[in-house]
């Protein structure tokens, strides 16, 4: 079936360091890909996208490439701040079976000062 | 602005006693959807609508009902609430059902039932 996994959290890093987290995909067809944000009390927003295989999104420093022969669309930002402390959702969409959003558990991550 | 707005944001209830999640959205969408998240598990989908009077099963629709009588509404009903529904709630639309369609959420219904 289709699903998405990434790594488990929570993240601690310290500000400016560098940010990775990792997501996989399973899917039957072509998904496009995607990263919400969800900040404290908050509803999910999308963060970036990316909908064919090498494409690259890109987002307030955030970046993220679509890796069809690794089925992978990992997140990445250079230099991490305080108010990038959140939960980071990997996610990918089908054009069929529904055409639902299926989503990882989430990542969240702490920056501290 | 575009958005999706949600009531209530926050609600306890008791086993048993209906209860209704509204979902607005101003956007033309015409796809909809409600999900609940639970720690560790992510979003999981419980009902969708593709358009005005099209709404099918998620993928944990038991003890829930959806209606869509209007493109920008999305009740969410719970007709016998139980205490396994006590999650976080959320409404999502999008523009259509294209995979390349991003998702808008609402804000959230925190919902305990005791």
């Known amino acids: 079936g289709n699903s998405v996994t990434q790594m488990e959290g929570p993240v601690t890093l310290s500000e400016e360091a560098f940010l990775t987290i990792n997501c996989t995909y399973t899917?039957?067809?072509?998904?496009?890909l995607f990263w919400y944000v969800q900040y404290p009390g908050e509803g999910l927003q999308l963060l970036l996208k990316?909908?064919?295989?090498?494409d690259k999104g890109s987002n307030k420093g955030f970046e993220a490439t679509y890796r069809k022969e690794t089925t992978s669309f990992h997140l990445e930002k250079g230099s991490v701040q305080v108010s990038d402390s959140a939960v980071y959702f990997c996610?990918?969409?089908?054009?069929?079976?529904?055409?639902?959003?299926?989503f990882g558990a989430g990542t969240r991550l702490f920056v501290k000062a | 602005e575009a958005q999706v707005t949600q009531n209530p944001r926050y609600l306890i209830t008791v086993t048993g006693k209906k209860l209704t999640v509204t979902c607005s959205q101003n956007?033309?969408?015409?796809?909809m959807s409600w999900y609940r998240q639970d720690p560790g598990l992510g979003l999981r989908q419980i009902y969708y609508?593709?358009?005005?009077?099209?709404?099918d099963k998620g993928d944990v629709p038991e003890g829930y009902k959806v209606s869509r009588k209007e493109k920008r509404n999305f009740p969410l009903i719970l007709e016998s609430p139980s205490p396994n529904q006590t999650s976080l709630y959320f409404c999502?639309?999008?523009?259509?059902?294209?995979?390349?369609?991003?998702?808008?959420f609402g804000q959230g219904t925190r919902l305990t039932v005791v």
């Open positions: 609508s593709m358009n005005v009077e099209v709404t």
């Open positions: 999502a639309s999008s523009l259509g059902k294209g995979a390349y369609d991003e998702a808008f």
């Open positions: 899917a039957t067809g072509y998904p496009s």
């Open positions: 990316a909908t064919k295989a090498d």
């Open positions: 956007m033309n969408h015409e796809y």
């Open positions: 996610a990918l969409r089908l054009n069929t079976g529904g055409f639902k959003t299926i």
